[in-house]
């Protein structure tokens, strides 16, 4: 693809951002304004034009979906493999580092990744070893979470306490919990970050690599970086300064992860020089639904202001509705999106519902249900959550990683091999003691004479099991799982929905090299999930992040929901609130429903609820309110029906039919999801193995 035709479908504002490639460039625009889009032609341009490598280019993304689907976007404006490019989120890239260089006493390079659940779960162990109330551990590892993301390791924090109170009691916790990470050779997601940062304080030369390595560095989402994330972009940069950080204030939503949007007002002082360019054009939404959503946002005080148009017009007004209660909205969204699939002009990938908190969800699933409406849930109970996953996951991970405490605690008595919990008490007493690992604690008491035989037998073969998983040489990860999976005896005690899921997981990582795949289900969130498929999607408002839906709905616009009742009290936590409620709205192009309800169940009681103070805010003019779907039917004329059943997806490509890539020549494809223009292919290529690709992008021929 020529230069011209990266350039032909930008505006003139875009184009400037792109070519501006020398010096720090803070690009701050408003939502929908193609900010990403930026990105991916920038990444495209510095490769055609300035004949940069891919492999020297540093690009942030805020989710690994999203790395995707930047991935995707590059490779189709370029036409070119850019498998080993840096496109990745922080956490991603940062372990990419640390595999390589790891050069922290302590720990060596097999380090295994602990996701939210394995802290949580190491957290809970320590707060029951100091006999503080387990209950609270959320709170403590988003203490220690948000401690990390400022930089302060648990020494600091120690040194910095007045020693009374919680925060001494928290800075013990903590430093157990760095330590009981340490001994496990072990990193949680802000470790990844934090250790990256440290490595470069105190290893110049290793520093100076990655600074020449990388010429240029793009950072979408600038926005929701967080303190120790800003630190290492400016020990990356800090040789030459080529760096685009693009980003949009308004929509900073992850205080509550240590994101700082004071970074972006820190960028020109810590970049002097720094250029500020502003995207003034909407792409996504009409003109409505930006008077609104822009209305609301401009309550906030403390903010860059920003100016946004759409040439798209007026479009429908934003419809607004009260309800008696929280089932009635439920059904309500149920019957209107019906209502418009069966117009004909929306499929139901189209529609999305929103919410502040997860259960909200619950009534709108059963309202869907009834309706008979596919939709699927994001970021609830993640596939790499479940149990039967993180059980084999832990096998692989301790066989690679003898110290990984965490993983060994999960499996040592699963499946169920006579290991009690007292014996496992005592390991846990002896490890401590020697200040070693569990495993080697148990090949130690093997020697001596600790146990009864009875027992001693069965540590030993657990032993044995996991000794010959790391002694074993296979081919990929797939084959470790399906090994795992049958000599565990696993395969042997798990229902059949279970076993399925481990099917799944086995035949996605075919093909893959293990350390590799490990490292992708350690970073996989939730907010990664595959979206593909015709299906309506529910999410949390953070979950909505850089994407854009048709219609969409924002629920639970109450007073203690949005904004949340946390948030109430500060007024702080009410513009972040508000960014929130902003972010839902962006996300919308044609269609917006804002909902709300007197009566709604929380937790466990019926409440009563007050609407949003948001509501307050939207200038009457611009919407529509709606008292029930009779209303709403007189102001759409009855439609035109086109299919009464829900319509059955078409399949593109299915599973073992051939196909021809431009480059990788001729392919069987393994394994299909979504549908449609979302369609998503795994095929395998004899020259390269096993590629995941998106239908839309590929340009794949059929054979
Ligand atoms: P957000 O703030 O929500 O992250 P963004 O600024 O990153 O949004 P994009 O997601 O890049 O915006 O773009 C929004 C939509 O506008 C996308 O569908 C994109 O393809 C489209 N778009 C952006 N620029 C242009 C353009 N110059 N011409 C046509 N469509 C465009
Ligand atoms: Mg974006």
């Not at 700082?260 to 970049?271: A, G, K, T």
């Not at 020697?434 to 069965?458: H, M, N, Q, W, Y």
Request: glycine content about 6%; proline content about 3%.
């Amino acid at each position: 693809m020529s230069k011209d035709v990266l350039m032909r479908d930008l505006n003139p504002q875009q184009r400037e951002a792109i070519v501006c490639t020398e010096g720090p460039l803070l690009i701050l625009a408003g939502a929908g304004s193609g900010k990403t889009k930026v990105i991916a032609h920038k990444f495209s341009y510095l490769v055609k034009a300035k004949r940069l490598s891919p492999d020297s280019i540093f690009t942030v993304t805020f989710t690994n979906k999203a790395s995707d689907e930047m991935k995707e976007r590059i490779y189709s404006l370029l036409e070119k493999d850019i498998n080993t490019s840096w496109i990745g989120t922080f956490h991603s890239q940062c372990n990419r580092i640390l595999r390589r260089e790891i050069k922290i006493p302590g720990y060596n390079n097999n380090f295994s990744i602990y996701d939210e659940g394995d802290q949580y779960s190491l957290v809970r162990h320590i707060l029951k070893e100091f006999k503080i109330h387990e209950a609270l551990y959320k709170g403590v590892a988003t203490r220690i979470s948000s401690l990390k993301s400022s930089l302060t390791g648990p020494e600091e924090f120690l040194s910095s306490g007045d020693g009374f109170g919680f925060d001494e009691k928290l800075a013990k916790v903590y430093v157990r919990y760095q330590d009981e990470l340490k001994r496990s050779n072990a990193l949680d997601f802000d470790d990844l970050i934090m250790l990256t940062v440290k490595l470069f304080e105190k290893n110049p030369r290793i520093l100076e690599k990655y600074q020449n390595m990388f010429s240029y560095i793009l950072v979408d989402d600038f926005q929701d970086t967080n303190y120790v994330q800003y630190c290492f972009l400016k020990l990356l940069t800090s040789a030459h300064k080529r760096i685009c950080v693009i980003g949009d204030d308004d929509q900073s939503i992850y205080r509550f992860k240590g994101a700082n949007v004071n970074n972006i007002l820190s960028f020109e002082n810590d970049f002097p020089g720094a250029k500020l360019m502003e995207l003034e054009q909407n792409y996504r939404s009409t003109q409505s639904i930006l008077t609104v959503s822009g209305a609301v946002i401009s309550q906030n005080s403390e903010r860059k202001h920003k100016k946004l148009w759409t040439d798209k017009g007026w479009g429908e007004k934003v419809y607004c509705c009260w309800f008696h209660t929280y089932e009635e909205e439920a059904k309500y969204i149920a019957k209107i999106i019906k209502e418009l699939y069966l117009k004909g002009r929306y499929d139901y990938k189209d529609f999305a519902i929103f919410y502040r908190i997860n259960l909200q969800s619950r009534a709108l699933e059963d309202a869907l249900r009834e309706e008979g409406l596919p939709y699927r849930v994001l970021g609830n109970v993640s596939f790499y959550q479940s149990k039967e996953i993180k059980d084999v996951v832990a096998y692989l991970r301790l066989s690679l990683n003898h110290g990984d405490n965490v993983s060994l605690r999960r499996i040592i008595n699963c499946p169920p091999r006579g290991i009690s919990a007292a014996t496992l008490s005592r390991i846990e007493h002896e490890a401590k003691k020697r200040s070693i690992s569990l495993f080697d604690t148990i090949k130690a008491t093997l020697r001596s004479d600790s146990f009864s035989s009875t027992v001693k037998d069965r540590l030993t073969e657990f032993v044995k099991l996991i000794e010959d998983f790391s002694a074993t040489k296979y081919r990929s990860a797939a084959e470790m799982l399906k090994g795992v999976f049958e000599k565990s005896g696993y395969s042997e005690t798990q229902d059949k929905e279970r076993a399925r899921n481990v099917e799944e997981l086995i035949s996605s990582a075919e093909g893959k090299e293990i350390k590799d795949f490990l490292d992708r289900v350690s970073l996989f969130t939730s907010m990664d999930e595959i979206t593909g498929g015709d299906y309506i999607s529910l999410m949390t408002l953070h979950s909505a992040k850089g994407l854009e839906f048709p219609v969409v709905f924002i629920t639970g616009l109450e007073e203690g929901v949005l904004p949340y009742y946390k948030a109430l009290e500060g007024k702080d936590e009410i513009a972040e609130e508000r960014r929130l409620f902003y972010v839902g709205m962006t996300r919308a192009k044609d269609v917006l429903w804002l909902t709300g309800a007197s009566k709604r169940r929380l937790y466990t009681k019926l409440q009563d609820q007050e609407p949003s103070r948001f509501l307050r805010d939207i200038p009457r003019n611009c919407c529509q309110w709606i008292e029930n779907i009779t209303d709403y039917q007189k102001i759409k004329p009855a439609p035109v029906k086109r299919k009464v059943e829900p319509k059955r997806p078409f399949a593109l490509y299915t599973s073992g039919c051939r196909v021809k890539h431009p480059i990788w020549g001729i392919g069987v494809v393994h394994d299909c999801f979504g549908d449609g223009d979302d369609q998503k292919v795994t095929v395998n290529f004899p020259s390269i193995g096993l590629k995941r690709l998106a239908v839309k992008f590929a340009n794949l021929e059929k054979m």
